[in-house]
Nanobody
Framework: QLVESGGGLAQSGGSLRLTCEFD????????IGWFRQAPGKEREGVSC??????TTAYSDSVKDRFTISRRRTTVSLQMNNLLPEDTGIYYC????????????????????WGQGTQVTVSS
C-alpha cells in the first residue's frame, strides 16, 4: 500500500514537500519512485530511491531542484524552485526486486501505485 500526501498550490519559485507512506512489502529489494502526470501528457518519472542501498536517481527536468529521501516507511520528495511545468498529479510507486538505481525506470516497470496528489504551481 502506498499513500501520498503533501500536494497543494505553490507559486513559481516556491517549495512543496510530498510524502509517500508505504508498507506491506516483505521482499528485501525494491525501489520507491515518484512520477507525475500533467493533463494530456504521459506519466513521467521524476525520482526514485532504493530501499536496499539508498541510491537515488532524478530526471533531468528536476535534478538540482528536487531531493528524494527515505526514513523507515516514508519516502519524501522535497521540491524547491518550483516551476509552472511541475504542475501535475504526483504518484508514488513501488518497483520490486531492484537493489540499486542508476536512473528512473519507466512507469511500466513499477508494480504498485498510490492514488496520487495534486501539485499546482502558478506563475
Amino acid at each position: 500500500q502506498l499513500v501520498e500526501s503533501g500536494g497543494g498550490l505553490a507559486q513559481s519559485g516556491g517549495s512543496l514537500r510530498l510524502t509517500c507512506e508505504f508498507d506491506g512489502f516483505t521482499i528485501r529489494h525494491y525501489v520507491i519512485g515518484w512520477f507525475r502526470q500533467a493533463p494530456g501528457k504521459e506519466r513521467e518519472g521524476v525520482s526514485c530511491i532504493s530501499v536496499s542501498d539508498g541510491t537515488t536517481a532524478y530526471s533531468d527536468s528536476v535534478k538540482d531542484r528536487f531531493t528524494i529521501s527515505r526514513r523507515r516507511t516514508t519516502v519524501s520528495l522535497q521540491m524547491n524552485n518550483l516551476l509552472p511545468e511541475d504542475t501535475g498529479i504526483y504518484y508514488c510507486a513501488a518497483q520490486r526486486f531492484v537493489e540499486t538505481v542508476t536512473a528512473v525506470d519507466g512507469a511500466d516497470k513499477y508494480d504498485y501505485w498510490g492514488q496520487g496528489t495534486q501539485v499546482t504551481v502558478s506563475s
